[in-house]
């Protein structure tokens, strides 16, 4: 079974810039469409982003467009996450997802049940 280890988060000032990495354990790491969720105090879990196994596809949640970008380095089983002119409203903890059925070309996995694997989590705390 896959493991995912999530780091990278902290506390930073509204404004600021963290990234997120997500290391994936196994050898077929780049079969995989990876995602990214948080859930924030109070709040369900929610969609932020996933990528294509190749990367050449990626697809945010409309409150992420502009701010965050996910890549991927296949050769390091290892996603990022950057996220840029960080809000309050940010303030979570990001979970890194893996989905292990086949990938059919479109990238459309927005919920909690369109993957198979989560990480712990990593806390990004977000000070205005």
């Known amino acids: 079974q896959v493991q995912l280890v999530e780091s990278g988060g902290g506390l930073v000032q509204a404004g600021g810039s963290l990234r997120l990495s997500c290391a994936a354990s196994?050898?077929?790491?780049?079969?995989?469409?990876m995602g990214w969720f948080r859930q924030a105090p109070g709040k369900e879990r929610e969609f932020v982003a996933a990528?294509?196994?190749?990367?050449?596809?990626?697809l945010y949640a409309d409150s992420m467009k502009g701010r965050f970008t996910l890549s991927r380095d296949n050769a390091k089983n290892t996603v990022y996450l950057q996220m840029i002119s960080l809000k309050p409203e940010d303030t979570a903890v990001y979970y890194c997802?893996?989905?292990?059925?086949?990938?059919?070309?479109?990238?459309?996995?927005?919920?909690?049940?369109?993957?198979?694997?989560w990480g712990q989590g990593t806390q990004v705390t977000v000070s205005s």
């Open positions: 997802a893996l989905r292990t059925r086949t990938y059919y070309g479109v990238i459309h996995y927005y919920n909690q049940a369109d993957y198979d694997s």
């Open positions: 196994g050898r077929t790491f780049s079969r995989y469409v």
């Open positions: 990528i294509s196994p190749s990367g050449g596809s990626t």
